[in-house]
């Protein structure tokens, strides 16, 4: 009687995880690459029409089952959010290892700088962030219907959990993310006096 009970208890735990883990925002220990904020820095030098004072910085040789997409305080070199985001599912890539492509149809992530355009809704009706591809890694963006985008495949699976994010069509090439991680990107971008960049790499 007892083992059933602690059975039932694990199984209320853990679907209370589960109804919960998209509000759940944990404590990031995260240590910014200096090179890449310093490549960000002179990015945004030579292009004074975006945001001077934060960006988004996508981190993918970090393990998706960690945060890995930041909103960074330019002046200040530290990050103000942080959130899993995961990363495409085509050609070759795997829940640890992605791989990247500007094609269209590879259904692969794109490194490289973004300007984060107009705010949209997809076809389910949820809340997206369109892209446009800066660099030659990623000029397709566009054409291939890149996003920042929330999805159940993020949301759904708990912060405890000790693997990576399993790949699905949460993201065929999109940056998709936990709905309440959405909500808090699209008050930065709402928030800002000019269009912001994402900018990411692997390293």
Known sequence: MKRLYRWIMIAVVAMAMLLVCDRVVPTPSIFLNKDVLEEVRQYLNAHPEYNQNQALIVDFSRLS???????????????????????????GSTPVTPEFSNEVGSLCSSLGFYKIAEQGKMRNGRPCLRLDGLSKTNSNARKRGILIHPSNGVSCVPFSMPL?????????????????????????????????ILYAFYK
């Open 164 to 196: 990576p994010l399993p790949l699905s069509r949460a993201s065929e090439g999109c940056f998709a993310t936990s709905f309440s991680a959405m909500e808090r990107i699209e008050e930065f971008v709402r928030d800002s006096n000019k269009p912001m």
């Open 65 to 91: 089952m960690l945060d890995r997409m930041y909103v960074v305080d330019m002046g200040e070199q530290k990050i103000v959010y942080s959130c899993r985001t995961a990363h495409g599912m085509g050609r």
